[in-house]
């Protein structure tokens, strides 16, 4: 009567270990991933080695080359990575906006001149995978991915704003106001001293209003 007790003890004990063992890879591989952003940060895409991103994360070279294909992959998985959180902080600040469509959409403009997405060592990193974009084709899909994402959320929130806008006038639109933010948050992130994060979130607010207007 003991024995199917003491084999499912086992199994648990294996698939406890096995879920230790999944988050430990999962916990090493995002390590390496922030390692590889700071690297990018402070300098740029020719002085991110291997021994440079493995002396950040506190790892061997033999770690870093365990979970990715070298650094090329590393960077590829990097980009992705600080898409995915850029896209979470813009979801958050849409869903913490309530349930006013322009509320909605104002709150995703502005998202981007506040924390986490106004980082300084952020427009580093992008500037690298941007430098990037023309020669790795990788990397230019993912490129294309993220802000392909990010239009496609401006579109949804402009529809549910204006639902008189037609699918072609929220296109149009939505890849606007992606320029604006992006022009104002690369100014922004270089030199604050020509306006506040605060006054460009009035322009875009201002922008928007615009285009639902008309």
């Known amino acids: 009567m003991t024995m199917p007790v003491e084999r499912e003890v086992s199994v648990g ?16 591989r995002q390590a390496l991933i922030e390692a590889t952003a700071r690297c990018l940060a402070e300098r740029g895409v020719g002085g991110t080695s291997v021994r440079a991103i493995c002396a950040h994360a506190g790892v061997s070279s033999g ?32 869903e913490a906006a309530g349930g006013d469509p322009r509320d909605r959409l104002r709150a995703c403009l502005q998202a981007n001149f506040a924390p986490p997405v106004l980082d300084p060592d952020l427009l580093a ?11 790795d084709p990788a990397i230019a899909a993912v490129h294309a991915a993220v802000y392909g994402g990010v239009r496609s959320q401006l579109e949804a929130l402009l529809a549910a704003a204006a639902p008189a806008m037609t699918p072609a006038q ?30 460009a979130q009035a322009m875009v607010a201002d922008a928007m209003e615009r285009v639902l207007g008309a």
């Open 125 to 135: 990193t992008w500037i690298a995978f941007w430098s990037l974009v023309k020669s």
């Open 63 to 94: 770690l870093l080359t365990h979970y990715f294909d070298g650094v090329d992959a590393l960077i590829l998985a990097t980009y992705a990575d600080v898409g995915t959180r850029v896209s979470a902080a813009l979801d958050a600040a849409v």
């Open 13 to 28: 004990q294996t698939r406890e270990r096995a879920r230790f063992v999944r988050e430990t890879a999962d916990v090493r």
């Open 170 to 199: 929220t296109r149009v639109a939505a890849i606007s106001l992606t320029a604006l933010v992006d022009g104002l948050w690369l100014e922004l992130c270089l030199d604050r001293t020509t306006f506040t994060p605060q006054e």
